[in-house]
């Protein structure tokens, strides 16, 4: 549909900008790129209940067997790219090395090791669980950006021996005891716990480095060295991605974990990770993306913020080759971000956007999962007049909105906060609560 939204941006953005400081908030992006609604061009979106035959999709037997396939298909070939890794070729050990009680519950710290014909790949998880458990409990599945050691100032924690993007604790690209906990504010174990959730996380590093190496370390070593890069291979958010179900694959033997209540997460690039692995893996009973942007929960055509390009210019080994093909040419993709969020239905999903971090388009992430509402309701799903279209976007930053599908406006800039992580929990407490 062509865009009728753009009409209602401006009472949204003069709301916003009321409550914000306009320089501090414009001074917080990069500069060069449009952060101005008047100047989003005209678009018109891949419609979702619609076949690549032209055909209406009117029910969900038709979504799940006409058109999700379509969308996913076509998400492989233009956007992530395809996994060339053959799991029936590889042999995983998983092994317990160290465990231990902490103020808030149980650490526990598991080696896992994937292996081929041509290479080693470990990958180390770590477990935190509630004090008391009484019957397998849900939890929250999540990466992190710079190693286990700084989800917590704990000194048990393992410190990785992957490569790592710069950072505190960082030096030439290694992880040091500086580094411990460095993280931990994005990470609200206590809550988590006290909730009664339970957390598997794991560096995104030890899946498949972060930079462009034109996939020859992480799990694409795997494939040997004769592997040949295709223009809809696989690129790192695919890898990360293919990590997560790997940990699903994990929790899966852990009987502390409530099999069909793991709850996936992820924080801007990992947002985008979170989201592809909701959409490939249905055994993630929910998925959650916080500030996820360009690639991930915003949509393309508004060219607001990060665009195709810019992310294509800056990290090529994020997505396919094929994803450069829509370079300044955004309107010319067969698919937007709103196609990847409608994979998650019937499960819940839940977007969360911050005033301040433009750069990620947070209108563009509201207007995305907008769209999405016309799968769920597919399903039988109502939605009340917060998604209305025929009412101006007034989400005031600082409040929420939680249902099967669930978004909120954080006051702030990019980043997780507790008061994400209360919405979260929210959001699953509501949403499991009709599965008892």
Known sequence: MKSSFRIKVLPYFSFVILSINVFHYMMAQPKGYNYDESKVPDYQLPLLLRAD??????????????????????????????????????????????????????????????????????????????????????????????GNHTVSPDKEIIITKAWVRPGKGIINNCATEDGRGTSSSRWDIQQILSNDYGLVTAYYGEIDPDFDDNFKNGIYELLGSNRKQKPDSGGSIDAWAWGLSRLVDFIHTQPAFDKNRIIVLGHSRLGKTALWAGAKDQRIALVISNNS????????????????????????????????????????????????????????????????????????????????????????????????????????????????????????????????????????????????
């Open 293 to 436: 942007g360009c690639g991930g929960a915003a949509i393309s055509r508004r060219c607001f913020g990060e665009t195709i390009k810019r992310i294509n210019t800056s990290f090529p080994h994020w997505f396919c080759k094929n994803y450069s093909k829509y370079n300044d040419q955004e309107d010319k993709c067969i698919v937007d971000q709103h196609s990847l969020l409608s994979l998650i239905a019937p499960r819940p999903l839940y977007v969360a956007s911050a005033s301040e971090d433009l750069w990620a388009d947070p209108y563009g992430e509201y207007l995305s999962i907008k769209e999405t509402i016309k799968v769920y309701q597919l399903y039988g799903y109502k939605f009340d007049k917060y998604w209305s279209e025929d009412i101006e976007h007034k989400v005031n930053p600082g409040t929420s909105y939680t249902g099967k599908i669930g978004y909120h406006l954080r006051k702030g800039k990019h980043d997780v906060t507790s008061w994400d992580w209360e919405k979260f929990i929210q959001f699953a407490e509501y949403n499991f609560s009709k599965l008892n």
């Open 53 to 146: 035959s032209g055909k209406k999709i009117s029910s969900r037997d038709e979504w799940k067997s006409i058109r999700r396939p379509e969308i996913l298909h076509h998400l492989e070939q233009e956007v992530y790219g395809k996994n060339e890794i053959p799991l029936e070729q590889i042999k995983v050990q998983t092994s317990l090395i160290e465990s231990g009680d902490t103020e808030y519950g149980t650490r526990k710290q598991y080696r896992i090791v994937f292996s081929s014909k041509y290479k080693e790949v470990v990958l180390n998880a770590l477990v935190y669980l509630p004090k008391t458990i009484k019957k397998p409990v849900p939890l929250f599945l999540g990466l992190n950006f710079r």
